[in-house]
């Protein structure tokens, strides 16, 4: 069906739309000389079914059961062991970056979104400006327009700051890219007891329930909606929460859910996941487990304080974790209870980015007591006060996230956090299919390599439903994913996606048929938010002497040998093809953390100014 011209009719209690095809009627003088003609409206392909997209935040690969953690998450467990876990999936290493790139199946600096839509962090340049442009339409935009009803609720996190009130522009809005219906917060983070709660086209008031709880509920109620007024029409859910960002908040009936299960460390953790993800397949047999990162210290050497505390931390981010697989069976168990599961096509990826390192070494319970936002802090302080206020984590009283050594925990087997483009630790996280009737490897594992801008293509091709030419008269962009459909009945079949860059604030990388070139780059977000201290050096920042390394992810999947010293050549080859992917998809000019912090954007200053009156 051509999309050149575009007409609204009410359907199903919503607003669709589609596209008019010439007019195929006769207009003559009177109405007896003439012949009526109305457009087709769209059509979803024949027993087309309902999707749900399910991207939790903050989880590195090693938390959840379902890839050999030890914190239970019986629904993704569920899921997986009736559909696919792929295994080689990856996310760009940070939030914003990684939804544009998810809805839209480009690249994030593709489309314009190589940082955040926030004024302290997007700069005036095509791969930053933190808007996704109409050539690059979402995949609400193209469902919608294909017969589906169309819903999100949970974190957006890519509308621009500017166009955030309640007078818009709505076009960034999530009724500007798609979805018919939206309730949840559109920014990156959100007290869930207080969140900047949006519905539609407007903020509204809170009810004073956990977040989770009230866009569960809604999702639920959007569709059922939709079922009882169109039976046979399917929907697109994008569910996507704030958990389990920090703050870490949890419900009080399940805060203590796993009080002293975690009293044994973080070096106890990762060895007893290693262990699991060998059992189940997750991981090669002949991998090994990488050292503990400098920055954490051995958990036999903390003081009883710290371990006591450092433990409360890591038990109540379990309880959110936990907690939000929960809110994640109500729609699962509600659509068994309608008879709509088995005609659902679910994709779940489990992080958006790596385990988050912006917990520092000790754990924050408030922002005014982390080196966040209190540049004079002490290290002493930050411990005083965190074993003082113990009892505050999970509470709506509080700014809870984990310290560090839990983020590396949670990331087993890699190397590193959240933001760290160079590394599997920041990029690399689950992803789970699946769909009773289209499923016939029921819990198998898949090793193709795979990344976010893959699940637009991905839906399109097991649906039936072409990429479209063009949305709402504009041409469209070619995508850049790659769908990962050739997998689900072929174990064996080689990877498709074979080249994909990484960049966010410094940090790069490159993928190429099996072979990873990346780099480090200092000062980091982790750097520059450092306790205060007189005597630590001061980092040189210098883009051209960040140190590159190269790995062979086919033999060395979590990148314990570097080898560039071994293959100069081959390194060489792939940082060509990085600064090839950086002209070709607006990476330039580098953007980094320190750019930021010192307000040398022109959006950055005017933040900066903002927060200061």
């Given at each position: 069906m051509?999309?050149?011209?575009?007409?609204?009719?009410?359907?199903?209690?919503s607003i669709a739309t589609y596209a008019q095809e010439p007019y195929q009627g006769k207009v003559g003088r009177t109405f007896a000389e003439s012949k009526e003609w109305w457009p087709a409206p769209p059509t979803p392909p024949k027993n087309a079914p309902n999707v749900i997209w399910i991207l939790i935040d903050d989880v590195g690969?090693?938390?959840?059961?379902?890839?050999?953690?030890?914190?239970?998450?019986?629904?993704?467990?569920?899921?997986?062991?009736?559909?696919?876990?792929?295994?080689?999936?990856?996310?760009?290493?940070?939030c914003a970056p990684t939804r544009a790139a998810l809805l839209t199946g480009r690249n994030q600096h593709s489309v314009h979104m190589g940082g955040f839509a926030h004024d302290f962090s997007s700069a005036g340049f095509p791969g930053y400006d933190g808007r996704i442009p109409s050539s690059k339409g979402t995949i609400a935009e193209i469902l919608q327009a294909d017969g589906y009803n169309t819903f999100a609720v949970g974190k957006y996190g890519i509308t621009p700051d500017e166009d955030s009130t309640d007078a818009g522009p709505f076009d960034r809005w999530p009724s500007g890219k798609g979805f018919e219906?939206?309730?949840?917060?559109?920014?990156?983070?959100?007290?869930?007891?207080?969140?900047?709660?949006?519905?539609?086209?407007?903020h509204v008031t809170p009810d004073g329930r956990h977040l989770s709880e009230q866009i569960t509920d809604k999702a639920i109620s959007y569709i059922d909606r939709q079922k009882k007024a169109a039976p046979d029409k399917p929907f697109f859910l994008y569910y996507a929460p704030g958990a389990t960002h920090a703050p870490h908040q949890v419900p009080d009936q399940w805060r203590d859910l796993y009080k002293g299960q975690f009293d044994d460390g973080w070096d106890a953790f990762r060895e007893k996941v290693f262990a699991n993800q060998k059992k189940l397949g997750i991981i090669p047999t002949y991998a090994k487990l990488p050292e503990r990162n400098p920055k954490i210290a051995a958990w036999n050497t903390l003081t009883p304080g710290q371990k006591k505390l450092y433990a409360r931390f890591f038990e109540v981010y379990a309880a959110y974790l936990t907690y939000t697989d929960y809110q994640v069976s109500r729609v699962v168990n509600h659509l068994k209870e309608i008879n709509?599961?088995?005609?659902?096509l679910i994709f779940?990826?489990?992080?958006?980015?790596?385990?988050?390192?912006e917990g520092t070494q000790e754990g924050v319970i408030e922002y005014k007591y982390s080196p966040r936002r209190n540049r004079t802090l002490t290290r002493a302080q930050a411990e005083k006060y965190n074993e003082e206020h113990l009892e505050e984590i999970g509470t709506p009283a509080s700014d809870a996230n984990y310290p560090i050594g839990w983020a590396q925990a949670a990331n087993t087997p890699f190397k590193y956090w959240k933001q760290d483009a160079n590394s599997e630790g920041g990029t690399h996280n689950p992803l789970i299919v699946f769909y009773p009737k289209g499923i016939k490897d029921k819990g198998g594992i898949r090793n193709q390599y795979g990344h976010v801008i893959d699940l637009l293509p991905t839906t399109l091709e097991f649906i039936g439903i072409p990429f479209p030419e063009t949305i709402k008269g504009i041409k469209q962009d070619s995508l850049q994913g790659t769908s990962l459909v050739y997998a689900f009945d072929n174990a064996n079949a080689p990877s498709r996606h074979t080249q994909q860059y990484y960049y966010i604030f410094g940090s790069r990388a490159i993928y190429k048929d099996g072979w990873k070139a990346g780099a480090a780059h200092h000062p980091d977000y982790f750097d520059l938010n450092d306790y205060a201290d007189s005597t630590r050096p001061a980092i040189t920042r210098d883009f051209d002497k960040d140190e590159w390394e190269l790995y062979n992810l086919n033999e060395d999947f979590n990148e314990r040998v570097n080898l560039a010293k071994k293959y100069p050549e081959k390194l060489a080859e792939l940082k060509q093809l990085f600064e090839e992917d950086a002209k070709k998809y607006n990476i330039y000019p580098f953007i980094d953390w320190e750019d930021l912090f010192k307000a040398r954007t022109i959006n950055s200053?005017?933040?900066?100014?903002?927060r200061s009156k």
């Amino acid at each position: 069906m051509k999309r050149s011209i575009f007409i609204s009719i009410l359907l199903a209690g919503s607003i669709a739309t589609y596209a008019q095809e010439p007019y195929q009627g006769k207009v003559g003088r009177t109405f007896a000389e003439s012949k009526e003609w109305w457009p087709a409206p769209p059509t979803p392909p024949k027993n087309a079914p309902n999707v749900i997209w399910i991207l939790i935040d903050d989880v590195g690969f090693g938390a959840s059961s379902t890839f050999g953690g030890i914190i239970p998450t019986p629904t993704f467990d569920s899921l997986a062991n009736n559909g696919l876990r792929f295994t080689n999936f990856h996310t760009t290493a940070i939030c914003a970056p990684t939804r544009a790139a998810l809805l839209t199946g480009r690249n994030q600096h593709s489309v314009h979104m190589g940082g955040f839509a926030h004024d302290f962090s997007s700069a005036g340049f095509p791969g930053y400006d933190g808007r996704i442009p109409s050539s690059k339409g979402t995949i609400a935009e193209i469902l919608q327009a294909d017969g589906y009803n169309t819903f999100a609720v949970g974190k957006y996190g890519i509308t621009p700051d500017e166009d955030s009130t309640d007078a818009g522009p709505f076009d960034r809005w999530p009724s500007g890219k798609g979805f018919e219906h939206f309730f949840g917060f559109l920014g990156s983070e959100t007290d869930q007891y207080r969140p900047a709660l949006v519905e539609d086209n407007a903020h509204v008031t809170p009810d004073g329930r956990h977040l989770s709880e009230q866009i569960t509920d809604k999702a639920i109620s959007y569709i059922d909606r939709q079922k009882k007024a169109a039976p046979d029409k399917p929907f697109f859910l994008y569910y996507a929460p704030g958990a389990t960002h920090a703050p870490h908040q949890v419900p009080d009936q399940w805060r203590d859910l796993y009080k002293g299960q975690f009293d044994d460390g973080w070096d106890a953790f990762r060895e007893k996941v290693f262990a699991n993800q060998k059992k189940l397949g997750i991981i090669p047999t002949y991998a090994k487990l990488p050292e503990r990162n400098p920055k954490i210290a051995a958990w036999n050497t903390l003081t009883p304080g710290q371990k006591k505390l450092y433990a409360r931390f890591f038990e109540v981010y379990a309880a959110y974790l936990t907690y939000t697989d929960y809110q994640v069976s109500r729609v699962v168990n509600h659509l068994k209870e309608i008879n709509q599961l088995d005609n659902t096509l679910i994709f779940v990826v489990i992080g958006d980015n790596g385990a988050s390192k912006e917990g520092t070494q000790e754990g924050v319970i408030e922002y005014k007591y982390s080196p966040r936002r209190n540049r004079t802090l002490t290290r002493a302080q930050a411990e005083k006060y965190n074993e003082e206020h113990l009892e505050e984590i999970g509470t709506p009283a509080s700014d809870a996230n984990y310290p560090i050594g839990w983020a590396q925990a949670a990331n087993t087997p890699f190397k590193y956090w959240k933001q760290d483009a160079n590394s599997e630790g920041g990029t690399h996280n689950p992803l789970i299919v699946f769909y009773p009737k289209g499923i016939k490897d029921k819990g198998g594992i898949r090793n193709q390599y795979g990344h976010v801008i893959d699940l637009l293509p991905t839906t399109l091709e097991f649906i039936g439903i072409p990429f479209p030419e063009t949305i709402k008269g504009i041409k469209q962009d070619s995508l850049q994913g790659t769908s990962l459909v050739y997998a689900f009945d072929n174990a064996n079949a080689p990877s498709r996606h074979t080249q994909q860059y990484y960049y966010i604030f410094g940090s790069r990388a490159i993928y190429k048929d099996g072979w990873k070139a990346g780099a480090a780059h200092h000062p980091d977000y982790f750097d520059l938010n450092d306790y205060a201290d007189s005597t630590r050096p001061a980092i040189t920042r210098d883009f051209d002497k960040d140190e590159w390394e190269l790995y062979n992810l086919n033999e060395d999947f979590n990148e314990r040998v570097n080898l560039a010293k071994k293959y100069p050549e081959k390194l060489a080859e792939l940082k060509q093809l990085f600064e090839e992917d950086a002209k070709k998809y607006n990476i330039y000019p580098f953007i980094d953390w320190e750019d930021l912090f010192k307000a040398r954007t022109i959006n950055s200053r005017k933040s900066f100014l903002l927060r200061s009156k």
